[in-house]
C-alpha cells in the first residue's frame, strides 16, 4: 500500500490538467477498494463573486446526483456537516446512526442505499485557512475492511489531491479579516447559543455594545446575520466550538 501512495504522489507530481490527476487519484482509490468517489473543492468564503473557485470531479452514479442537487441535499447533508468539524473519515451509515435523523438525512440515506452503496465514507481536506474539500468514497459489493493506516493513507492522498489541484489551477484563497479579540470573544459566544444579553453580562460591557462589535465582525467577514458570521469564523478557524 505504501508504494500506492507514493506512485500517486509521482503521478500526481507529473499530472498536468484536473483530467488526469483525477484519473490517477482514481487508481489510487481503487486499490483500496473504492467503486466510487466525489471530490469536491469549496470556494473560500472570502473570495470575490468574480474569482470565485471551486472544482468537482465524481463517479457517483448520475441518477444520485442529478437527486442530490435538484433536491439541495447537499444544504442538509449530516455526513459533510460532521466531516467539517472532524479529522478522520466519517463513515455514512455510522453517520446516521449517531445523529437526529431529518426530513432531509432520511432522504439522502435512502438515496445512497438505493443508488446501491452498502458502504462509504467522506473525508474533509483542510487548506491554509480551514476546510477546504471533500472526498467521498463508497462501495456496491460490500464493507469496507480498512485498517487505520490504510485510512490514513488514503487521507494523505486526499490531501495531495486537493495540493495539486490548487497548484494546477494557480490559485491562492484570499486570506481571512483580521479580527480584534473582542470580535473573537463575542463570535465565540455567538456560536455557543448566547443571546447579546448574556453574552453582554458574561464580559462586563452593555448590550449595545455588544452589537456594536457583532456587526463591526459581520462587516469584516461579509455576513449578514449571526449564523452566517458563525459558520463562516468556523470554516476558517478564527473560532471553535
Not at 87 to 102: A, D, I, K
Not at 204 to 217: C, K
Amino acid at each position: 500500500m505504501a508504494e500506492t501512495l507514493l506512485s500517486f504522489l509521482e503521478q500526481s507530481a507529473q499530472a498536468d490538467t484536473d483530467e488526469a490527476l483525477c484519473h490517477a487519484f482514481k487508481a489510487f482509490v481503487e486499490t483500496f477498494g473504492v467503486e466510487a468517489f466525489g471530490y469536491q473543492v469549496l470556494p473560500s468564503p472570502f473570495d470575490a463573486a468574480d474569482t470565485s473557485f471551486d472544482f468537482e470531479y465524481n463517479t457517483f452514479p448520475e441518477a444520485m446526483q442529478d437527486v442530490y442537487f435538484e433536491e439541495r441535499l447537499y444544504d442538509h447533508d449530516p455526513v459533510t456537516s460532521r466531516a467539517a468539524t472532524a479529522l478522520q473519515p466519517q463513515f455514512w451509515f455510522e453517520v446516521e446512526q449517531t445523529t437526529p435523523g431529518t426530513r432531509f438525512s432520511q432522504r439522502l440515506f435512502e438515496l445512497l442505499r438505493q443508488s446501491g452503496f452498502v458502504d462509504g465514507f467522506t473525508i474533509p481536506v483542510f487548506g491554509p485557512y480551514g476546510l477546504a474539500a471533500f472526498v467521498a468514497c463508497g462501495r456496491f459489493s460490500g464493507a469496507f475492511n480498512l485498517t487505520a493506516i490504510q485510512l490514513r493513507m488514503l487521507q494523505l492522498g486526499c490531501q495531495e489531491l486537493y495540493s495539486r489541484t490548487i497548484m494546477l489551477r494557480d490559485y491562492d484563497a484570499p486570506a481571512p479579516p483580521h479580527l480584534s479579540e473582542r470580535e473573537v470573544e463575542i463570535l465565540q459566544w455567538l456560536a455557543r447559543g448566547k443571546s447579546n444579553a448574556v453574552i453582554a453580562a458574561i464580559l462586563g460591557v452593555s448590550p449595545h455594545t455588544v452589537d456594536t462589535i457583532m456587526r463591526r465582525a459581520f462587516v469584516k467577514l461579509n455576513a449578514s446575520n449571526r449564523i452566517a458570521a458563525v459558520l463562516k469564523a468556523l470554516r476558517v478557524g478564527l473560532i471553535t466550538f
